[in-house]
Structures are given as structure tokens and as C-alpha cells.
């Protein structure tokens, strides 16, 4: 951005700002916006409840079943008998959350501060309670140093046997190689994966084929243009008039 001297605002596309941040030269003199979405949101809700019921009902399973030509049934779970635990309360989690209530499922949520519509366990020191009782963890979390990694061998290992884990925030968040340990090992159920450390995911990545790993191409929640470009119009005006911004993110924080 050093490159640009007369550059005052920088708007994403989309809901994540990590890529910006990753910046070096990136400094609070900087405007950086973001787009808050309800489209966004709501597809985003749709992705994580299609994974959600295909976990519960068995149908990656019986994907690979078909290419095979089997015929095997597999106790299935109902939507009384998990919890859903949602990392990250922003727009998108706040969203998942209300819709999956509605549909009737117990739901708790981990975020740095209290909300008033969901049962929150807030900060480093309500983690482990949050994880022991979550039996299907959603990371929606934005991507920063605090962040980065934080779906590791350690977080895992406070989950319950048999957890199941959705990832569409950003691949930065997971450490692939403990996944795929604590899946191979029973601990985890398996895990449904929109996002990856490395896009397109390698050929010779072992994702590709794992029976209990369902992976997509980055696709939970794709921005739309006929929403995204009326908010970055709107802002270009307010800031051509010296008003301030809407959905400024903080350089600081890193969302």
C-alpha cells in the first residue's frame, strides 16, 4: 500500500480483511472497510446448515457408498442429541446462530464479549467450558495473530470424542496436519472444510478422499456484486464529503 502515498480508503469485497492486514506496511492512517452483507450472511447460514445435517444424517457417506456401488446403513444422528458451538459472534455467526435456533438445535457461541441473543462463553478463560460441551464446532472467526492456527491439536483435544468440526472462515485457522491426526485417531468424527492454507488445495493434498473429510472449493458464501458495489459507491461518497464510513474495520484488531 506504500506504493499508493495519496491512497486514503481501502475497501474489501467481502467480509474478510486478513489479506489486507497481511500488508507490512499497513498503519491506523489507513481507511479499511468491509462489506456486511445479509446475503452474505444468509448464504453463509445456508452452507454451514447443509454440512451440519449431512453430518447428522450421514450423506457424505453415502456419497463414497454410491461411487462404489454399496449398500450399508449407518446410525444417524438427531438434531436433539448435539449441541452446535459457533466461533466467532460477528454477522455471520450471529446469523448461523439465530437461524439454527429456529430450526430447533441447542446453541452456544465463543466471542470476545457477551451477546444478548445467545448463550456466550466469552474470552481465553471460558474456552475449554465452551468446547467441552460443543459436539459440532463452527469456526467463523476473523483471521488475525490471535486467531491464526487456534484449530490445533490442543483445541481439539478439549472437544468431546466424537466431535465434528466445520471450518468457513479461513484456512490460516486450522493446522492441517492435527486435524488429520485427530481424525485418523478417533477423537474427532470428521470435519467439513470450505477453506485451506493453500487454494486450490494440492493434488497430492491427503484431504483429497479421506472418507470422513468433506471438502468444498471455497464456496460457503460467495459475495454478490449487485450487493457489494452499492456499499463501496456509498462509501466513496461519504468520503468525498469528510463523513465517516460505514463497516470500518479496525487495523488494530485486525476485523
Known amino acids: 500500500l506504500k506504493q499508493y502515498p495519496n491512497l486514503k480508503c481501502v475497501a474489501s469485497m467481502g467480509a474478510g480483511v486478513d489479506f489486507i492486514m497481511a500488508d507490512p506496511d499497513i498503519s491506523e492512517k489507513y481507511i479499511i472497510t ?3 452483507d445479509p446475503m452474505l450472511a444468509n448464504d453463509m447460514s445456508e452452507f454451514v446448515i447443509a454440512c451440519i445435517f449431512s453430518h447428522l444424517k450421514n450423506l457424505h457417506f453415502y456419497s463414497q457408498q454410491e461411487c462404489h456401488k454399496n449398500w450399508e446403513r449407518k446410525e444417524y444422528l438427531r438434531k436433539k442429541e448435539v449441541t452446535i458451538g459457533i466461533m466467532g459472534l460477528g454477522e455471520l455467526g450471529s446469523t448461523l446462530a439465530n437461524d439454527l435456533n429456529h430450526l430447533g438445535f441447542k446453541v452456544q457461541g465463543w466471542a470476545n464479549s457477551n451477546k444478548e441473543t445467545i448463550h456466550t462463553f466469552v474470552g481465553k478463560d471460558e474456552l475449554t467450558n465452551f468446547l467441552s460441551s460443543t459436539s459440532i464446532l463452527v469456526c467463523l472467526l476473523p ?3 490471535e486467531t491464526r492456527n487456534i484449530l490445533n ?5 478439549k472437544l468431546p470424542k466424537n466431535a465434528y468440526v466445520i471450518n468457513v472462515a479461513r484456512g490460516g485457522h486450522l493446522v492441517e496436519t492435527d486435524l488429520l491426526d485427530m481424525v485418523n485417531n478417533g477423537h474427532l468424527s470428521g470435519a467439513s472444510l470450505d477453506v485451506f492454507s493453500k487454494e486450490p488445495l494440492p493434488q497430492d493434498h491427503p484431504f483429497w478422499g479421506h472418507p470422513k473429510i468433506q471438502i468444498t472449493p471455497h464456496i460457503a458464501s460467495i459475495s454478490s456484486p449487485s450487493s ?3 456499499q463501496i459507491l456509498e462509501n466513496y461518497h461519504r468520503l468525498t464529503k469528510g463523513k465517516q464510513l460505514k463497516n470500518e474495520v479496525s487495523v488494530s484488531k485486525g476485523y
Open 228 to 230: 457489494v458495489v452499492p
Open 143 to 145: 483471521l488475525t495473530e
Open 34 to 36: 468491509r462489506v456486511v
Open 153 to 157: 491439536r490442543e483445541l481439539f483435544s
